[in-house]
């Protein structure tokens, strides 16, 4: 099992920026990926962007690529989220996961662990 908790979230303007963290604990040894996703009031869960745990690599979905940014800590088991040029449309839940076998990032149904998720509010 893996835990994940998310933090970071809050209220900003547009434009502004906010980073998010999600610390992992328990059987981290087990990770290729972590990655992030959102869900905004009615609408599906979409993919945000990942990080390999080893070589750190990243891979961004396009509607955030060049605005956020995707790190980790491997000696603290965290993985940040860095927002800058923040919209309105940004405004979602942010939840990250953990990804334990090779499968398609950009899908839910790669990922074995979820955390609970951390309001992010973009006001215009």
């Known amino acids: 099992q893996v835990q994940l908790v998310e933090s970071g979230g809050g209220l900003v303007q547009a434009g502004g920026s906010l980073r998010l963290s999600c610390t992992a604990s328990g059987r981290t040894f087990s990770m290729i990926s972590m990655g992030w996703f959102r869900q905004a009031p009615g609408k599906e869960r979409e993919f945000v962007g990942t990080i390999t745990w080893t070589a750190g690599r990243t891979y961004y979905a396009d509607s955030v690529k060049g605005r956020f940014t995707i790190s980790r800590d491997n000696a603290r088991n965290t993985m940040y989220l860095q927002m800058n040029s923040l919209k309105p449309e940004d405004t979602a839940i942010y939840l990250c996961?953990?990804?334990?076998?090779?499968?398609?990032?950009?899908?839910?149904?790669?990922?074995?662990?979820w955390g609970q998720g951390t309001q992010v509010t973009v006001s215009s």
């Open positions: 996961a953990v990804q334990r076998w090779v499968g398609d990032v950009i899908k839910q149904t790669s990922y074995n662990y």
